[in-house]
């Protein structure tokens, strides 16, 4: 099964899960609220905080043109006539705050990484000596950009959001042929939605992309809630990204869909109940009850009182519970041969009660 290492946090089948609080833009280009969000993510149990790294110029051009107008009916009205300029302003987070925040999440115990959306911002990023990159469902068919990510020979995880299996095929192959080895795909819907569909999840593509390209496979949820992330868990996701905020009422462009600290918190709770749940691929007992229940399985007994020499018969042996007696796999074996002496009924068989077989007791 594929796995790796992020630092020095083995991520793959077999491994906690890794989990991942993507703040977004709900730091609203506050330090502080940043700060706060960062210190409550870690009290309530995420590994890493992941960033996005960018700014209005390196994501877009400004203009007013029909292109760069947001619309889209299923957005919220304060963004439909914004231009993707306007909008990534308002959301983008000040780079000069990103060592800081990465300084702060390892002293709370937690990774920091970030999204890049182009050269300079992998520049920056590298210049920070971040463990690993993430790179966006709509950046995962941005080729040039995943060339450079890939030449850092860093993890590399990807979201697939919406990408075609050919499109999937092609960003692999780049990403590979360019250096990336440890490769992560999540697998994501992207409704940004506060009630999402959940036959809209299809949870089984989480196991078919680790199969079909033997990566470390995960999900990324853009959508509010805690079902689903704990449902891909045991679908066989490694990794779960997931929005966080501390306060959703904020008014930041992603509060709506993004968890707060007590859903966080209940959400990494179940996953790790999950895990536990899941356990490893054991066979046999698995604790000392159950060692004990083996007893109520079937074995051979001796039905009624024996005399030495008497052979054994379907009459006088019977295959019953408890399990003291021979496995009744040897019950064909057994029959015919005579009894090595007197044996009462109700007692269990064993060999050293059968004539010519002692030896195997």
Wanted: glycine content about 6%.
């Amino acid at each position: 099964m594929p796995e790796f290492k992020i630092s020095e946090r083995s991520v793959g089948p077999g491994h906690p899960c890794f989990i991942v609080a993507e703040i977004s833009s709900n730091h609203q280009q506050n330090f502080e609220q940043a700060v706060d969000i960062v210190k409550a993510a870690a009290a309530a149990g995420a590994d890493a905080i992941k960033m996005q790294t960018y700014t209005a110029e390196t994501i877009t051009l400004d203009s007013r043109k029909d292109w760069f107008v947001v619309g889209g009916k299923d957005n919220p009205e304060s963004w439909q006539e914004e231009t993707f300029f306007d909008l990534y302003k308002k959301a983008y987070c000040p780079w000069e705050w990103q060592p800081k925040l990465k300084k702060l999440s390892e002293e709370l115990g937690m990774m920091f990484f970030s999204t890049p959306f182009d050269d300079t911002a992998v520049d920056f990023l590298e210049s920070m000596d971040v463990p690993c990159y993430k790179i966006a469902s709509y950046e995962a068919t941005d080729i040039p950009l995943l060339k450079r990510i890939a030449k850092t020979g860093k993890p590399v995880i990807m979201s697939v959001g919406f990408a075609s299996l050919e499109e999937i095929d092609y960003s692999v192959k780049v990403l590979r042929e360019n250096g990336a080895r440890d490769i992560s795909l999540l697998h994501c819907v992207s409704m940004y939605s506060e009630t999402p569909d959940v036959g809209d999840m299809n949870l089984r593509t989480i196991a078919d992309l680790r199969e079909r390209y033997g990566v470390v496979s995960g999900f990324s949820d853009n959508n509010f809630g805690t079902d689903v992330p704990v449902l891909a868990v045991a679908a066989g996701a490694s990794i779960i990204e997931k929005h966080f905020t501390t306060n959703r009422d904020s008014g930041s462009f992603d509060a709506r869909f993004s968890l707060d600290a007590g859903d966080w918190k209940r959400m990494v709770d179940e996953i790790r109940r999950v895990e536990k749940v899941l356990g490893k691929v054991h066979y046999g007992p698995a604790n000392e009850a159950e060692a004990y229940n083996r007893r109520f399985r079937r074995s051979l007994f001796v039905a009624h009182d024996v005399k030495k020499g008497e052979a054994f018969t379907k009459d006088n042996v019977r295959d019953i519970r408890p399990a003291d007696g021979l496995e009744t796999r040897y019950f064909d074996e057994i029959l015919g041969k005579a009894a090595s002496q007197d044996i009462e009924a109700g007692t269990p068989l064993s060999w050293s009660l059968i004539q010519g077989m002692e030896s195997r007791s």
